[in-house]
């Protein structure tokens, strides 16, 4: 019995050394990355480009949200590649070749835990630049052109306010930065790079006070929600104090697309083992490339067959990529986005293994 | 003299020749060429067509070599930025700028490289597309009519819109009514705008007619086929039933005019050859035949049938004989070649400038900016100009297309797509432009930074 | 100020501040330094990390843009091609090519310096033997230890046959058998007219092989001068007797303090480390020496103006 507690005890302290191991790690790696530059430019690329989209828009055929949407969310996934290949490759196949992966793997941690905690902190990366590139595109969607029918007004109806806001917001940000940077010598990047992605969640939350005509809460009726698109009536008497006309269904097919990112987050995190970051990211965006194509190409292939073997180990991005599915009001089930959750996992985990077994036999000198 | 410039290029060369060795033993580049691969070899055959030979060669000519070129036009773009940046940053510079050699010749060194690989890449991307296409037509069994052709396309004899925008300035000139606050060159450059996107409003039971003359005569040893094409929307873009009775002649023997009835203009797209021998029989002359017109009348009901619009300077074309279409395709190539060219210059000055992050950054914004302005431009109308909201994204996409007009003016894969052969000064154009003009202007400016720039690190 | 064009290199109140983002000062690295190497010496930068030294090297070499005062190398200013021509410069880190050959590492240097190709493949092959690495010339240099790296630094900075060699650091990663055979070369170098200037953290590789030596500390020049006028003790004087017992030693010690009405101290002179080393490795066969024949056989500075680089 002493003896059963004992190893117990042991294995409990061996796991809380490996979880502050892992939590070290990845914490290191979350503020490496994001002092690069690379990862603040990848972040505010994304973010312009999502919310240039209604600035650009010029016809009207009640899609413009839609596409606002869509350009949103490609954003996310293409930036979100780079993004994790890049913070990848440089966590990993740049500490490899500086010796810096040698130094902690001379301490007592296990190959399997660094590796583990480098994509953690890939991963963790990922998630911020998600959360800044999520809030952009639903500011992006409110303040493309709605159709709206009321008393005194019929046609189409951007929100200029709020898109301004963003842009200021984001120019608030750098600003800050260049403040820190200049008066107190804080890393640009890492300022820059929470700086934006906060902006963009302050506006989204700060959007709600007002409505689409840049009038002020609280009203009442019909003014109180003008072209939020959630299709639900009001009552004529009810006082609403903040209401933000987001389309809050892009949620679940965001957290899809970080699912996506999470995947190609593991498979960099392995392929840096062995590659460097463009080779890395040529092989992420080829398979991207084939996960797209999964249905065209996979679709009616034997299990026993090349194209049959590509279809079970690529990730099938189809299963990540559903936009559509939310385009005329529809919604996506968060049942289905728990079991991609649960695909995702088993993908990270296929390509987490095989890399860990890939570092195992890799010279660190 | 002479041997300073024979050092020079061979400073050059060697500038040259690393960058190639670099690249073909990174991981970075081979990745990329399997990707490419991929791209040729599978997409022709992921892309679902429509089954129609047409369809299967406008996914060829279009999805995969459009496709193709996109990846090179990226990697090139971001191959540019780290070739000065990387070499800076990792401290290799230093080695190569303590020797006597002149920025200008580590600039031109290293584009000449990217030049050298390009080349070599789209070639390949040209040989394996075309193999696929030849592959396809054997097994699939194409007939001659839908085999890919290359043909001159000549338009209709008219002033060009410069002329008539000069034209039209001295007359708003003349009764006082040119616009206030703009300059004449903005005047000028509107009107010239308008006038090349002018339509013809044909109404039911009218007629149009367009004079060619083409820049070398047809049928003149042989029999050749001439071909009419005309496209044209109806006045509010339906895809009503319309008909209509299209004739070509000889200029000046409107007897032997030859009129083709159409009733199906599903495809808003008029297109029938005649043989130059329905013109020349019977006659003696063996010089060949260079005037053409082409007339159009619009039979349909006016009470139930809409007015046809086509923009008479581009939609109208006279297409004849014009090489093989293997020699279109190098030609398409070499534009496409020119293109990276100009990004590669591009590249290279802002890798002088920046670090390699910021430059990627500046390159990618925008070649994005580039193409999205220009898309803009060609789709924004009067009307969306009215709207206060829409001007700043009016006003950048057209200051972005102004600059970048001139390199992006060849559209060589739509030329293929069309038949239509790609010109010598289309050529020219895109050579003189992309590959001189201003890649020596990108290059006056990097070299001037690189002169500048501090190519050590602190202490 | 006039700069005498005769000295190799010169600088005048040379200052350099390294500047941040925003343009404000953040390192003064060299105050007004003073400096001026002759032709055909071999001149010693020392001071400790930080005090300014590679700044120094890097501003003579054109790499780094001085903030004040003149610079004159070769006679000339730093970004000059011609002077460029006639300099060889080995940095503190190699920073090679890695997927490069030592064999087209050395080409690729040569055809920098407008070499034909045969010109830049003879030059190659000497260059190559001298270093002892023929026999792995067809490795990429990423693959390589940092000593073997180290030699195929030095060797392109010999590729031009230079006037000037600037050698940063020069025996850093190496063995003690490669320690002596640079200095070796440098004193060689040094013999057949070539400038030498090298800085150094190891202060016996400078005592063995150059002639004057400048010590700078925070970006000022400390001492200046001829190594055995700065380290000579002017009150002293030291006798060397071999095969003296330790019985007559004393008496002979105390007949000179008798003597000198001073204190005599009396030592047994040990034989450096490195020596003993050399000794040890010599006896196993393993020592060796740079091929040094293209550069004995090399022809006195100034009589290869136009030679092998075609801008000289």
């Known amino acids: 019995m002493v003896a059963f507690m004992t190893a117990q005890l042991t294995k409990t302290a061996g796991l809380r050394r490996t979880l502050r191991q892992l939590a070290a790690i990845a914490g290191t790696t979350v503020t490496e990355s994001i002092q690069q530059p690379v990862a603040f430019l990848i972040l505010l690329s994304a973010v312009l480009m999502t919310l240039l989209v209604p600035v650009f828009q010029f016809h009207r055929f009640s899609e413009d949200g839609r596409l606002a949407r869509d350009s949103g969310l490609s954003c996310m996934l293409v930036f979100g590649l780079a993004l994790a290949a890049g913070t990848a490759g440089r966590s990993v196949a740049e500490e490899i070749a500086r010796g810096t992966a040698a130094a902690v793997i001379g301490k007592p941690v296990a190959r399997a835990t660094f590796l583990l905690a480098k994509w953690l902190g890939v991963l963790g990366v990922v998630a911020l630049f998600w959360c800044g590139v999520t809030a952009a595109t639903l500011v992006s969607e409110r303040c493309s052109a709605h159709f709206l029918t009321r008393g005194d007004f019929t046609g189409y109806a951007a929100d200029p306010v709020t898109l301004l806001l963003a842009f200021a917001g984001t120019g608030i940000a750098l600003a800050t930065a260049a403040v820190r940077h200049y008066m107190w010598r804080r890393r640009f990047g890492v300022s820059a790079f929470l700086g934006v992605m906060a902006s963009q969640v302050l506006v989204a939350a700060v959007s709600g006070f007002y409505n689409r005509f840049g009038q002020l809460y609280p009203l009442v009726g019909e003014a109180a929600c003008e072209g939020c698109g959630g299709g639900h009536a009001h009552g004529a008497a009810r006082l609403v104090f903040y209401h933000p006309e987001l389309n809050l269904r892009v949620l679940p097919v965001a957290l899809l697309v970080l699912f996506a990112l999470a995947v190609f987050s593991a498979l960099a995190t392995a392929l840096a083992t062995r590659l460097q970051t463009g080779a890395a990211l040529a092989v992420c965006a080829t398979a991207l490339l084939f996960g797209l194509a999964g249905d065209s190409l996979w679709a009616v292939a034997p299990l026993l067959s090349v194209r049959g073997l590509a279809a079970g180990l690529l990730p099938d991005v189809q299963h990540f990529w559903l936009c559509d599915a939310i385009a005329r009001g529809g919604q996506v089930a968060w049942r289905y986005v728990a079991e991609a959750g649960v695909y995702a996992l088993t993908c990270c985990a296929l390509f987490l293994t095989v890399g860990c077994a890939v570092f195992r036999e890799r010279d660190l000198g | 003299m002479c041997g300073g410039v024979t050092a020079s290029l061979r400073r050059t060369g060697g500038v040259a020749g690393l960058a190639v060795r670099a690249a073909l033993r990174t991981k970075t580049v081979a990745a990329l060429l399997v990707l490419l691969a991929v791209c040729v070899a599978v997409l022709p055959g992921v892309v679902k067509g429509d089954g129609t030979p047409e369809g299967e060669l406008q996914i060829l000519l279009t999805y995969t070599l459009g496709f193709a070129f996109g990846i090179l036009c990226l990697s090139t773009l971001w191959a540019a930025c780290a070739l000065f940046a990387a070499e800076i940053d990792n401290a290799r510079m230093q080695l190569s700028a303590v020797k006597p050699v002149r920025a200008a010749e580590f600039w031109l060194g290293k584009w000449l490289a990217l030049l050298c690989l390009n080349a070599l890449v789209l070639a390949a991307v040209y040989a394996g597309v075309y193999g696929q296409m030849a592959w396809r037509m054997r097994r699939n069994g194409w007939a001659e009519a839908d085999r890919p052709v290359s043909r001159h396309a000549a338009h209709p004899v008219l002033p060009t819109p410069k002329e008539e925008a000069r034209e039209a300035y001295e007359v708003l000139r003349r009764q006082d009514a040119l616009p206030k606050g703009m300059s004449k060159a903005a005047v000028l450059k509107t009107l010239e705008a308008k006038a090349d996107e002018k339509y013809d409003v044909i109404n039911p039971g009218e007629e149009v007619r367009w004079r060619f003359r083409l820049k070398r005569p047809v049928g003149v040893k042989k029999a050749e086929p001439v071909t009419v094409w005309i496209r044209f929307d109806t006045e509010f873009s339906t895809r009503e039933h319309v008909t209509g009775v299209c004739s070509l002649s000889v200029a000046g023997q409107p007897e032997r005019a030859v009129k083709v009835d159409l009733d199906d203009f599903t495809q808003n797209e008029i297109e029938f050859a005649v043989d130059t021998r329905a013109f020349t029989e019977g006659t003696t002359g063996t010089g060949g035949l260079r005037d053409f017109e082409v007339a159009f009348r619009h039979t349909g009901n006016a009470k139930r049938v809409s007015a046809l619009m086509l923009r008479f300077r581009k939609d109208v074309e006279l297409l004849t004989p014009g090489g093989t279409f293997g020699a279109n395709l190098a030609r398409a190539a070499c534009v496409q070649w020119s293109v990276l060219a100009l990004l590669a210059g591009f590249g290279l000055t802002l890798s002088a400038c920046f670090s390699l992050p910021v430059a990627a950054f500046v390159a990618t914004l925008l070649l994005a900016l580039t193409l999205v302005g220009n898309s803009v431009v060609q789709a924004v109308s009067e009307d969306d100009e009215k709207e206060w909201g829409n001007r700043v994204g009016i006003w950048i996409s057209r200051g972005v297309s102004a600059a970048t007009r001139p390199a992006m003016r060849a559209e060589p894969l739509t030329a293929l797509t069309r038949g239509e052969r790609l010109e010598v000064d289309v050529l020219g154009r895109a050579a003189l432009w992309n590959v001189v003009w201003l890649p020596a202007l990108f290059a006056i400016a990097g070299c001037w930074v690189l002169r500048r720039r501090e190519l050590a690190d602190t202490d | ?312």
Not at chain 3, 14 to 21: H, P, Q, W
Not at chain 3, 106 to 124: D, H, I, N, P, Q
Not at chain 3, 142 to 170: T, Y
């Open chain 3, 1 to 312: 100020m006039a700069m005498d064009t005769k000295n190799v290199i010169e600088t005048r109140g040379l200052k350099k501040t390294f500047l941040d983002f925003w343009r404000r000062p953040t390192v003064e690295a060299v105050k007004s330094l003073d400096l001026t190497v002759r032709q055909g010496e071999v001149f010693g930068l020392l001071g400790p990390n930080g005090s300014g030294k590679s700044t120094t090297i890097k501003m003579l070499l054109g790499l780094l843009h001085p903030t004040g005062g003149e610079l004159r190398v070769l006679g000339a200013r730093p970004d000059d091609m011609r002077a460029k021509a006639r300099i060889g410069y080995l940095p503190e880190v190699s920073h090679l090519h890695p997927f490069l050959t030592p064999r087209e590492t050395l080409r690729y240097y040569a055809s920098l310096f407008g070499m034909t190709r045969v010109e830049a493949a003879k030059r190659t092959e000497e260059l190559l033997a001298m270093v002892d690495l023929a026999q792995a010339s067809d490795r990429a240099v990423g693959r390589f230890s940092k000593g073997m790296a180290r030699r195929v630094g030095l060797a392109q900075a010999l590729v031009n046959a230079p006037e000037l060699l600037v050698l940063d650091e020069p025996t850093s990663g190496l063995d003690p058998i490669g320690c002596r055979e640079v200095k070796d070369l440098v004193r060689i170098l040094a013999k057949t007219g070539v400038t030498v200037l090298m800085t150094s953290h190891l202060l016996a590789d400078v005592e063995d092989v150059c002639d004057r030596v400048a010590i700078l500390d925070g970006g000022v020049l400390r001492a200046e001068g001829k190594i055995a006028e700065l380290l000579r003790q002017p009150d002293a004087v030291r006798f060397l007797i071999e095969g003296l017992d330790d019985e007559a030693a004393e008496s002979l010690r105390l007949e000179l303090e008798a003597r000198a009405g001073r204190r005599v101290r009396q030592d047994y002179p040990a034989m450096s480390l490195e020596t003993f080393f050399l000794q040890v490795v010599a006896k196993e066969g393993r020592a060796r020496d740079f091929a040094l024949a293209p550069f004995l056989a090399r022809p006195a500075a100034g009589q290869r103006e136009g030679g092998t680089c075609a801008e000289a």
